[in-house]
């Protein structure tokens, strides 16, 4: 059984511009939840996708975006980067209806 | 809305000793807790989860953890620390389950760093 997998591992990028992150699910698992980890603190929900739609947002701005695809991998675009992006990207999959989501290894993101 | 609260953002043990990390929690709907631990540039791993059957939880790696409806808390707990358990622990819980395809939403306590000392 294959765990979430992320990539890329870290990313370098500077304000303004755009970055797209990447999510395998666990094998078997149709729902994708996204979260932000500041150095420091815990980690906050941004969104979860599950049929290929969001399913509940939590207090990002629109600027952060998501897509699930059929085989229910997902990506996290941010537009317009600020040096708060700064972050480790968190993705976490589970089986709709479940109780547990289980996490990859995340994606550092610098913005310098 | 829910919150978590961990007391205490560092615990130094010493090797052997008892390993008790505190959280607190905030809901107006019976909740699903869970701990879970993070290795130093890694995500996270789910150490135990609390789903409304028995209160006591035991985990992965020794750890426990005892759901107290009348204090709001499911503090966790080791016996005997190892020097391997040294890392960040999250308590964290969910706002909803189940229903409607969702998997609830995770909101997470600040953290707390175990130190583990030889």
């Known amino acids: 059984e294959t765990g979430v997998t992320q990539s890329p591992t870290h990313l370098i990028k500077t304000r303004g511009q755009q970055v797209t992150l990447r999510c395998s699910s666990q094998?078997?698992?149709?729902?994708v939840s996204w979260y932000q980890q500041a150095l420091g603190q815990g980690p906050q929900f941004i969104f979860q996708?599950?049929?290929?739609?969001?399913?509940g947002r939590g207090n990002f701005p629109p600027r952060f975006s998501g897509l699930q695809f059929p085989n229910y991998s997902s990506e996290l675009n941010v537009n317009a980067l600020e040096l708060d992006d700064s972050a480790l990207y968190l993705c976490?999959?589970?089986?709709?209806?479940?109780?547990?989501?289980?996490f990859g290894p995340g994606t550092r993101l610098t913005v310098l | 809305a829910q919150s978590v609260t961990q007391l205490g953002s560092h615990v130094s043990v010493s090797e052997g000793a008892l390993v008790l990390l505190r959280c607190n929690y905030s809901?107006?709907?019976?909740?699903?807790l869970f701990w879970y631990v993070q290795y130093p540039n890694q995500g996270l791993q789910l150490l135990l989860k609390?789903?409304?059957?028995?209160?006591l939880v035991k985990g992965i790696n020794g750890f426990e953890a005892e759901f107290k409806k009348s204090e709001t808390s499911f503090h966790l707990t080791k016996p005997s620390a190892h020097m391997s358990d040294a890392a960040e622990y999250f308590c964290?819980?969910?706002?909803?389950?189940?229903?409607?395809?969702?998997?609830?939403?995770?909101?997470f306590g600040q953290g707390t760093t175990l130190q583990v000392k030889p």
């Open positions: 976490a999959s589970s089986l709709a209806g479940s109780d547990t989501q289980y």
């Open positions: 996708y599950y049929r290929e739609e969001e399913n």
């Open positions: 609390y789903t409304s059957a028995a209160t």
């Open positions: 809901s107006s709907v019976p909740p699903y």
């Open positions: 094998s078997g698992h149709n729902t």
């Open positions: 964290a819980v969910s706002d909803q389950y189940g229903g409607s395809g969702n998997t609830g939403k995770l909101i």
